[in-house]
């Protein structure tokens, strides 16, 4: 069994710029149960529209975050999963990655606090037909991601 596929839109090259200087990140958590890759479908389309995403661009990444969000469901043991969304003025990042909350041993306030997200930034990604890559981080979970770059006009000579 391979990685999701996900059909792509025919893209309109009407709009394909966001607002200028658009920059979010958002990581939404939820239970690892049925249906609950509808929800983070909905969430990145929401999202993704209130920042001026380009409609064909919007529906590929909404629909790309909902298939991977169904991968975790049914392939992984953890309880939750995450989506991971960010954008910035090069394009837009989704990640769905499986997630076990820490189990606290003492008090919040004294818990220590992790750096970094856990990805190897040495990894190689390892890209599907669709460029939605899987990749097992360090610590063992799975994440799917793809990264769409905006179109930026071409320079005026």
């Known amino acids: 069994m391979g990685l999701p596929y996900i059909q792509r839109q025919d893209q309109d090259d009407s709009a394909d710029m966001p607002t200028a200087g658009v920059e979010i990140s958002l990581c939404l958590e939820l239970p690892r149960v049925t249906d609950s890759n509808m929800a983070t479908g909905q969430v990145a389309r929401a999202v993704l529209s209130a920042i001026g995403t380009p409609a064909w661009m919007l529906q590929d990444l909404a629909e790309t ?48 606090v992790p ?12 890209p599907s037909s669709d460029g939605m890559q899987l990749h097992r ?6 994440r799917l991601r793809t990264e769409t770059r905006w179109r930026k006009p071409a320079p005026s000579a």
């Open 65 to 112: 975050a909902r298939v991977a969000a169904q991968y975790m469901v049914l392939h992984s043991m953890a309880p939750s999963y995450q989506l991971l969304l960010s954008a910035d003025e090069d394009g837009i990042t989704v990640s769905v990655t499986d997630y076990t909350p820490p189990a606290l041993t003492a008090s919040p306030a004294w818990q220590p």
């Open 137 to 142: 981080t360090p610590d063992g979970h799975l």
């Open 115 to 126: 750096h970094g997200n856990g990805a190897d930034p040495e990894a190689t990604w390892a």
